[in-house]
C-alpha cells in the first residue's frame, strides 16, 4: 500500500467554483500533515500546514481525520492563480516528509 | 522573505561522471534535506542531515551518494557515477529550528540530465 495516496485528477474547475479532494496516509503514526502546492516544473511550495482540528487560511480549508487516516483540502472561489498540482504531505516520528503523487486542479476563466 | 537557493539550475552530464549538486539553506535552519522528483513521478525523499550528520536515508541513497556541508552555508549532494536513471529534479529543503511540526522549505531544485 502506497504511504500516501490521491485522487490524481485532473479537476476542471470553472474561476469562482469550489472544488474539494482528499487524499488517505497509511502509517498511523504520522505526526504532521501539510498540503503544498506545486506549478509545472517548479519546487513544492508549503500551502498550509493541517491540524487535528481543522484550519482555514483564507479561501482554503484543511481537515484532518485520524481515524480514518484521511486529509481534505477544499478551495472556495477558485482562481485561475489556483491552477497547480497539490501535494498531501505527511510525516511519522522521523525526519522525513512522505508525498503524495498529486491532485491537479486546473481553473478555466 | 528568505529561501533556499540552489545552483546550478540545469547541470547536463555524461554516464558515469561525478555530479555536485549545491544547496545554501535558509539561515537559521539546522535541519537540511534532499529530494528528487523524476519527470512525472512524486516527489522522493533521499537523505535528512543534522548536526554535521546523516539523520536518516532513503534506499535510493546508496553508496553512490553523499552529502557535506563544507562550510557554515552550503549543502551539497555528490553523486559519484551517475547513471540514466539519477536523471530527475533534486530539491534541497529545509527546516526552522524549534517547529514541532517540521515545515520544510524547498529551494527551486537542480535539474540533472545524464546522458
Known amino acids: 500500500r502506497k504511504e500516501v495516496e490521491q485522487d490524481p485528477g485532473p479537476f476542471n474547475v470553472p474561476e469562482g467554483a469550489t472544488v474539494a479532494f482528499n487524499c488517505t496516509y497509511s502509517?498511523?503514526?504520522?505526526?504532521?500533515f501539510f498540503w503544498y502546492r506545486q506549478d509545472c516544473r517548479k519546487e513544492p511550495k508549503l500551502l498550509m500546514s493541517v491540524y487535528s482540528s481543522g484550519n482555514e487560511d483564507g479561501r482554503f480549508t484543511a481537515q484532518l481525520n485520524r481515524a480514518s487516516q484521511y486529509i481534505s483540502l477544499l478551495i472556495r472561489d477558485s482562481k485561475l492563480s489556483d491552477s497547480a498540482t497539490y501535494l498531501c504531505?505527511?510525516?511519522?516520528?522521523?525526519?522525513?516528509?512522505?508525498f503524495g503523487a498529486g491532485t491537479t486542479v486546473t481553473v478555466r476563466a | 522573505e528568505p529561501e533556499v537557493t540552489q545552483t546550478p539550475s540545469h547541470q547536463v552530464t555524461q554516464m558515469g561522471q561525478e555530479v555536485i549538486l549545491r544547496c545554501v539553506p535558509i539561515?537559521?535552519?539546522?535541519?537540511f534535506y534532499w529530494y528528487r522528483q523524476i519527470l512525472g513521478q512524486k516527489v522522493e525523499f533521499l537523505v535528512s542531515f543534522y548536526n554535521n550528520e546523516i539523520s536518516e536515508k532513503s534506499e535510493i541513497f546508496d553508496d553512490q551518494f553523499s552529502v557535506e556541508r563544507p562550510d557554515g552555508s552550503n549543502f551539497t549532494l555528490k553523486i559519484r557515477s551517475t547513471k540514466l536513471e539519477d536523471s530527475a529534479m533534486y530539491f534541497c529543503?529545509?527546516?526552522?529550528?524549534?517547529?514541532?511540526?517540521?515545515?520544510?522549505?524547498f529551494g527551486p531544485g537542480t535539474r540533472l540530465t545524464v546522458l
Open positions: 539561515s537559521n535552519h539546522l535541519y
Open positions: 502509517n498511523s503514526a504520522s505526526q504532521s
Open positions: 529543503a529545509s527546516r526552522p529550528t524549534g517547529s514541532s511540526y517540521n515545515e520544510q522549505f
Open positions: 504531505v505527511v510525516n511519522g516520528n522521523d525526519y522525513k516528509l512522505s
